[in-house]
């Protein structure tokens, strides 16, 4: 059961206990698993057990079998195109999938670099403290992105757009992360998941002509799929779409929590669950909803510990009446184009901390030069010098990955889904180190705000900002956790189609032994291949010079790392779902493999354009190849040695209130406060805080 009541009024559902200690549910084993279900996931329908009993509010109880079907059934389960980081999981190291470092054509060259000018012209003119000041980006700014197209950069020109592909849309991220992380979240909240990517991706012909033109003229679209009870797990989506009798409509009911944009925005994309009735294949299903619509009501703004300039909402919809022909796809394919979407949209975040690098490098190589401590600049002291490299060479990186990835996606001859996932966790974790690491070498001006140390007479540098706005990056988009499932997943794909049958538990004996003889034929061929390669030879891609030997570590890594996977399915079978700790580390080191690949080939592409630039690109790459290196051989080490298992026991005891004592002296404001989750709405939210910043693109 679950309740709608406003604050205050009184409610004992899910309200946390007086002290702080909640009864835990029955436990099965240790953390959750990988998406799939029996055999690690069957394309099987959800069960959905409910409490309520109207078609209108269907979930409520959730097991964890069927989040992992429902997770299972979203993913896109063929590869049609080659794909250079599945075959880095599995011992395949192709490094011809990306070299020579792919390049855009002429005419979106120019067409890209002129956007990017005219945005660096417009950019100066922001008043980026007024933002983090009034926690608003100015009604202005929204104008003069729209006036530059900057809604449409990926929106083809045919619909209104820039067109500017994937390249040139992390570039303008990338401008735009260095100077506000809040403008980065409005654009690509609106273009990487909003309305304009599943409209290109699953829209009809005549859907893409009514709204891409407005999307690109600055109509502000949000993407609404999180509920109170629904963050990473997507089976427990309780908001409806249920058919009205004629079929020509579908009416809406449910709340929204974390709308970004959603305040402001002009075209929602909201994900609702159609139940399943005669000539509805029902499933959770992806509509196009005008954002004034009768029934939608954006109840508050939300505030964070950074990203203060989003427009991000509390939003609830009340038998909110939607054309059928808002629906994109089918029925039931809601998650599924979400996913897909995903594939090159989780780009965005990537770039956005690309920006984030090259602005912290700036930062940290002129105050650490001009800073003066102990007789030297910092930056002379080696414990600051470590983080200057760190930062210089990860940044490098990171623009590697982002511009590798960005060029594969717009070449679209190969599949980047698990490279733009690598990339996502990759650079969200990286760029919150590097903020970090800034922070620290800032000294106590890092912890000082821009508007304090201006006030001061100093340098505006917001240290402190970027820290509080990267760290959204390790949740959103898929968590941190959930990209290592995400990846994981993919990166044992191979081993599930050969010998998934293998690990069924409830498979009979003779299927059991069809399965393993098919099982046999593939690691057969496949472990022979994983004994010696090309990185065995010292001569090996010699045409990369000095970081020829990266290269050959890596195709040797990636043998090693395709070996340590079989013997972990070997080893756990069906059990290694819910080795998350391996799982993870598997996952980090095919994304340091991938961060070295895409490094060297884009030293040896500077090299070739730029001679004037070779020396320094390669002494970034082969900086940036060292220090992975360590990280990956400390992650190959753990594979095997870690506290996992001590760590799994001591948190379960931690669970049950074993070691309560140990909170003793302390007290906890946020007691009585409110319970842990309510899809209550507050009881100060009376009004609509929608509003518009910029003249309707709808047709009247
Ligand atoms: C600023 C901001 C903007 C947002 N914008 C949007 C938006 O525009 N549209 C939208 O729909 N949503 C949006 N979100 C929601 C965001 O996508 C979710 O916060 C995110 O998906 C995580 O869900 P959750 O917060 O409910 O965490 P939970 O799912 O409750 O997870 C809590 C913790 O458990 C971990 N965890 C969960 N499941 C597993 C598992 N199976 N294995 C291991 N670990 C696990 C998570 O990684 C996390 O660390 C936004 C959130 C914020 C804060």
């Known amino acids: 059961m679950t309740c709608r009541h406003r604050a205050g009024e009184g409610c004992d559902i899910r309200c946390a206990p007086p002290n702080g200690v909640t009864p835990r549910p029955t436990r099965a084993r240790a953390g959750p698993a990988l998406s799939p279900g029996v055999r690690w996931g069957q394309n099987e329908e959800v069960r959905v057990s409910s409490t309520r009993e109207s078609a209108a509010s269907p979930v409520t109880q959730v097991d964890e079998q069927e989040s992992r079907a429902v997770a299972e059934a979203a993913r896109e389960q063929e590869w049609r195109k080659p794909s250079f980081a599945k075959g880095l999981y599995l011992g395949q190291f192709d490094l011809s999938l990306i070299h020579p470092h792919p390049r855009p054509d002429a005419e979106r060259v120019e067409r890209g670099e002129a956007f990017l000018a005219d945005l660096e012209a417009f950019l100066r003119t922001v008043d980026v403290a007024e933002i983090e000041r009034e926690a608003r980006i100015p009604d202005a700014v929204f104008q003069g992105l729209a006036d530059l197209g900057a809604f449409g950069m990926k929106i083809p020109v045919d619909y209104g757009g820039l067109g500017l592909g994937q390249i040139y849309y992390n570039h303008a991220l990338t401008m735009i992360g260095s100077v506000n992380a809040s403008i980065g979240a409005l654009l690509s909240a609106h273009q990487s998941v909003g309305v304009p990517e599943p409209l290109m991706l699953a829209g009809t012909e005549e859907q893409k002509r009514r709204w891409l033109p407005r999307c690109a003229a600055g109509a502000v679209s949000a993407f609404l799929l999180t509920e109170p009870e629904v963050g990473s797990d997507p089976a427990r989506l309780q908001a409806t779409a249920v058919p009205s009798e004629d079929g020509a409509e579908y009416v809406l009911d449910g709340t929204k929590l974390w709308t970004t944009n959603g305040v402001v925005a002009e075209l ?378 001590t760590d799994e026991r001591l948190a379960s005891r931690v669970l049950d209130g074993d070691y309560a004592w140990l909170e003793d002296g302390i007290l906890d404001p946020s007691e009585g406060t409110g319970p842990w989750i309510t899809e209550a709405i507050p009881a100060d939210a009376t009004e609509d805080v929608h509003r518009r910043v910029i003249a309707p693109t709808q047709e009247a």
């Open 268 to 645: 929602l994309v909201v994900m609702a669950r159609v139940p399943k009735s005669d000539g509805h294949r029902g499933g959770i299903s992806a509509f196009i909803v005008e954002a004034d619509a009768p029934g939608i009501t954006v109840h508050r703004r939300n505030a964070f510990m950074g990203l203060r300039g989003l427009e991000n909402g509390l939003t609830s919809l009340t038998g909110v009446r939607v054309p059928a022909e808002n629906l994109v796809g089918q029925e039931g394919q809601g998650l599924k184009i979400a996913l897909t979407t995903l594939n090159a949209g989780r780009l965005a975040i990537p770039a956005i901390c690309a920006g984030a690098g090259k602005w912290s490098l700036k930062i940290a190589r002129e105050w650490s030069a001009a800073r003066v401590q102990w007789g030297r600049p910092v930056g002379e002291h080696a414990a600051v010098a470590h983080k200057i490299a760190f930062i210089a060479a990860t940044t490098f990186a990171l623009e590697a990955v982002v511009d590798l990835s960005g060029m594969l996606a717009d070449e679209d001859r190969k599949d980047i889904r698990i490279e733009a996932a690598l990339a996502k966790l990759w650079a969200s974790e990286m760029g919150w180190r590097i903020a970090d690491e800034l922070v620290q070498i800032r000294g106590g001006r890092g912890f000082e705000t821009a508007e304090s140390l201006r006030a001061r007479g100093e340098r505006a540098v917001g240290a402190e900002q970027l820290l509080r706005d990267l760290r959204i990056n390790r949740i959103f988009e898929g968590s941190t956790e959930i990209m290592h499932l995400l990846i994981a997943r993919e990166a044992v794909d191979a081993h599930l189609t050969a010998a998934g049958d293998l690990i069924d538990p409830k498979l009979e004996v003779a299927d059991r032994l069809k399965a393993a003889v098919s099982a046999g034929g593939f690691y057969a061929r496949w472990l022979p291949q994983l004994v010696a390669g090309k990185g065995d030879l010292p001569t090996a891609y010699d045409e990369f010079g000095p970081l020829a030997t990266h290269l050959r570590y890596v195709e040797r890594t990636s043998r090693k790392l395709a070996r340590a996977t079989f013997y972990g399915m070997a080893r756990w079978q069906g059990g290694l779902e819910r080795r998350q700790g391996f799982l993870a580390r598997v996952v980090d080191i095919g994304a340091e493999l991938f961060a070295v690949a895409a490094s060297c080939v884009r030293a040896e592409m500077i090299g070739a354009d730029t001679p004037d630039q070779r020396r320094s690109a390669f002494q970034l790459a082969h900086t940036f190849a060292e220090q992975s290196r360590h990280r990956t051989e400390r992650l190959l080490h753990e594979l095997w040695d870690n506290t996992d298992a």
